[in-house]
Each structure stands twice: as C-alpha cells, then as structure tokens.
C-alpha cells in the first residue's frame, strides 16, 4: 500500500500562484501513475490533472491548460502540481492519488490510493 500526504495549499488573490505537494510513503513511488483531483463545495470530484509513473506522459483538464504544471522525482517519492493565475473557480479541496501504472490513459482510471487533500482558497 501507499501512502500519500498533500502540502502546499492556502488563501490567496486571483492572479497568484500555489505549489502543491505530494510525498508518498509505502511501496515504491515509480510503480505508479499520480493524478491531481479537486472538488469544490456542492460539486462532484473532478479530474485536474496527470502524470505517468516516468514523467513521460501528462493530462490536463481544459480549464487549467496553460496555467498548471504537474511533475514529479520519484527519488523523493514527490509530486507536485504547480498552479499560477489561479482564479477563484480554482477553489477547492485538492487530492493526490496514485493508481499502478499500466499504461492506459491518465484519465478516467480507478486510482487506488487517496490523500487527504488540502484546501486551495483563490479571492478575486
């Protein structure tokens, strides 16, 4: 099993940027592919973004192109989700999650291993 820790989240003005991070414990990092979700109040859980278990492949959500970045180090057992021009309907709690690799599309996979998110507030 894994272990995932989200970090990085907080309250800022639209036009600002966050990093978010996320650290796993457990089986080894590189056996898996690691997506970012997000889920506003009153909404559904949706797809942010993704990232293949090499680095190789990434999936965004249109409405975060261009602004958002996902990478990762698999020598720090790391990924993160960097976010500039934030607006507020980036609102929400953030998750990492992390399925075994496979090399099926990023998106829309059953992912296997949660985080317990972390709250991204953007003001205009």
């Known amino acids: 099993q894994v272990q995932l820790v989200e970090s990085g989240g907080g309250s800022v003005q639209a036009g600002a940027s966050l990093r978010l991070s996320c650290t796993a414990s457990?089986?080894?990092?590189?056996?898996?592919?690691m997506g970012w979700f997000r889920q506003a109040p009153t909404k559904e859980r949706e797809f942010v973004a993704a990232i293949s278990w090499g680095g190789s492949m990434t999936d965004y959500v249109d409405s975060v192109k261009g602004r958002f970045t996902v990478s990762r180090d698999n020598a720090k057992n790391t990924m993160w989700l960097q976010m500039n021009s934030l607006k507020p309907e980036d609102t929400a709690v953030y998750y990492c999650?992390?399925?075994?690799?496979?090399?099926?599309?990023?998106?829309?996979?059953?992912?296997?291993?949660w985080g317990q998110g972390t709250q991204v507030t953007v003001s205009s």
């Open positions: 457990g089986r080894t990092f590189r056996s898996y592919d």
């Open positions: 999650a992390g399925v075994l690799r496979s090399g099926l599309p990023l998106r829309g996979r059953n992912y296997d291993y």
